[in-house]
């Protein structure tokens, strides 16, 4: 069985078709990289693996371990083990980049992190992140770090990293 099996998927954005017939099947435990022209729709597949608005799938099926998810919600795939890091990951006042890592843990805000934790937080350069609002007023590298950090800390089973290309030299 494949981790993920893309069938003949139709995508529409605003009563555009975006994606007309993709397929793509991802094995457990390989590595994948897509390339492809600017607006070529590289976006719009990994926001419909996850079941992002606004796509709507037309046809085509998604596949996850077995499952049919092409009709769930990103919270049950997410649950299942989806996960995505976006290209332009948002800003979110009023909620500190330390309260998310620990969500993303399954802690409480009021838990502190392990000192393994703490050592993934140092190497990727972020101890003087953790009492920021998440993504607010970071760089572009920053923001990137932090996203993949949440991702780590989430355990996925899909990891769906969506241009991870700047500011990612770990000090490991
Ligand atoms: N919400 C939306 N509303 C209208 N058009 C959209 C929307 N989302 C995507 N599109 C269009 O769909 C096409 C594919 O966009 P997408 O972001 O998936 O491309 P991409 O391959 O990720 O490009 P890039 O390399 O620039 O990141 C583009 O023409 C884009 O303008
Ligand atoms: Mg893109």
Excluded at 61 to 87: C, N, P, W
Excluded at 108 to 121: A, M, Q, R, V, Y
């Amino acid at each position: 069985m494949s981790l993920l099996e893309v069938r003949d998927l139709r995508v529409e954005v605003e009563g555009k078709l975006i994606l007309d017939g993709i397929h793509l099947t991802l094995e457990e435990g390989e590595n994948y990289i897509l390339f492809g022209p600017n607006g070529s729709g590289k976006s719009t597949l990994i926001s419909s693996i996850m079941g992002l608005p606004p796509y709507r799938v037309v046809s085509g099926r998604i596949i996850f371990m077995g499952e049919d998810i092409t009709d769930k919600s990103a919270d049950y795939r997410a649950r299942l083990g989806i996960a995505v890091a976006y290209q332009n990951p948002p800003e979110i006042t009023g909620i500190k980049l330390s309260d998310l890592l620990k969500l993303c843990l399954g802690k409480d805000p009021k838990d502190d992190f392990s000192s393994e934790e703490f050592g993934l937080i140092e190497a990727f350069n972020l101890k003087g992140f953790l009492d920021r609002d998440i993504n607010v007023g970071f760089s572009g590298g920053e923001r990137k770090r932090a996203e993949i950090l949440q991702i780590l800390f989430l355990r996925p089973k899909l990891l769906l990293l969506d241009e991870p290309d700047s500011g990612l030299i770990l000090r490991v």
